[in-house]
């Protein structure tokens, strides 16, 4: 693959391959020997992912710009690049126009992204925190009881079958799930196992 990209590429007078890396190490290495304008990178890397070694060849070259192409279009390896300071991302089944026409907007120092993707990924990145965030707070909130009682909530138990399970009385499966509804803001049982999930703390 590495050897038919390389030839694709010098047919275009303006684009010179200075040389070629399989691992993270090797690219940052040669990145760091040979300077170039800019590295293309591929996602998934033996040692590694291209992030990582995006993150290192940036902070060594800051003028250097990373381009990516991968086979991985899913938008999770496509935040990443770009946190890692790429300027944009490639599919594998672009052509070769499409691919040439990257590379020389990225190492004139564009970037690649339309704002609509971007938007939506930053969007995506925000859910994601907030999530962790409400999953963390909860965690420290419920007691370890309390964690038990919402995991047979979610698995249909009624308060009988908790307290049998877990050997407990009734009342005092009462009193949990009334803690567990207060502390995740929830009005029914229902309710409160699905702002569970929501928040990561049960599997469904």
């Given at each position: 693959?590495?050897?038919?990209?390389?030839?694709?590429?010098?047919?275009?007078?303006?684009?010179?391959?200075?040389?070629v890396?399989?691992?993270?190490?090797?690219?940052?290495?040669?990145?760091?020997?040979?300077?170039?304008?800019?590295?293309?990178?591929?996602?998934?890397?033996?040692?590694?992912?291209?992030?990582?070694?995006?993150?290192?060849?940036?902070?060594?070259?800051?003028?250097?710009?990373?381009?990516?192409?991968?086979?991985?279009?899913?938008?999770?390896?496509?935040?990443?690049?770009?946190?890692?300071?790429?300027?944009?991302?490639?599919?594998?089944?672009?052509?070769?126009?499409?691919?040439?026409?990257?590379?020389?907007?990225a190492?004139?120092?564009?970037?690649?992204?339309?704002?609509?993707?971007?938007?939506?990924?930053?969007?995506?990145?925000?859910?994601?925190q907030?999530r962790?965030?409400?999953?963390?707070?909860?965690?420290?909130d419920?007691?370890?009881?309390?964690?038990?009682?919402?995991?047979?909530?979610?698995?249909?138990?009624?308060n009988?079958?908790?307290?049998?399970?877990?050997?407990?009385?009734?009342?005092?499966?009462?009193?949990?799930?009334?803690?567990?509804?207060?502390?995740?803001?929830?009005?029914?049982?229902?309710?409160?196992?699905?702002?569970?999930?929501?928040?990561?703390?049960?599997?469904?």
């Amino acid at each position: 693959m590495f050897e038919g990209l390389s030839s694709l590429l010098a047919e275009y007078p303006d684009i010179n391959v200075l040389g070629v890396a399989t691992t993270v190490a090797d690219a940052i290495a040669k990145a760091s020997l040979l300077k170039p304008d800019l590295v293309l990178m591929d996602y998934r890397l033996p040692d590694g992912d291209g992030a990582q070694a995006s993150e290192r060849i940036r902070a060594l070259l800051p003028d250097t710009a990373v381009l990516f192409l991968s086979a991985d279009p899913s938008e999770s390896a496509i935040m990443r690049a770009v946190e890692a300071g790429a300027s944009g991302y490639v599919s594998k089944g672009a052509s070769a126009e499409e691919l040439v026409s990257s590379i020389r907007k990225a190492a004139d120092g564009e970037f690649l992204l339309e704002a609509a993707t971007m938007g939506r990924l930053l969007e995506q990145r925000r859910q994601s925190q907030q999530r962790a965030t409400e999953e963390k707070r909860l965690k420290v909130d419920l007691t370890g009881r309390e964690r038990d009682v919402l995991r047979l909530l979610a698995r249909g138990m009624d308060n009988f079958e908790i307290a049998e399970e877990l050997g407990i009385g009734y009342g005092t499966v009462r009193g949990h799930v009334r803690g567990v509804l207060e502390k995740l803001g929830a009005h029914t049982r229902l309710h409160a196992v699905a702002e569970a999930r929501k928040a990561g703390l049960v599997e469904g």
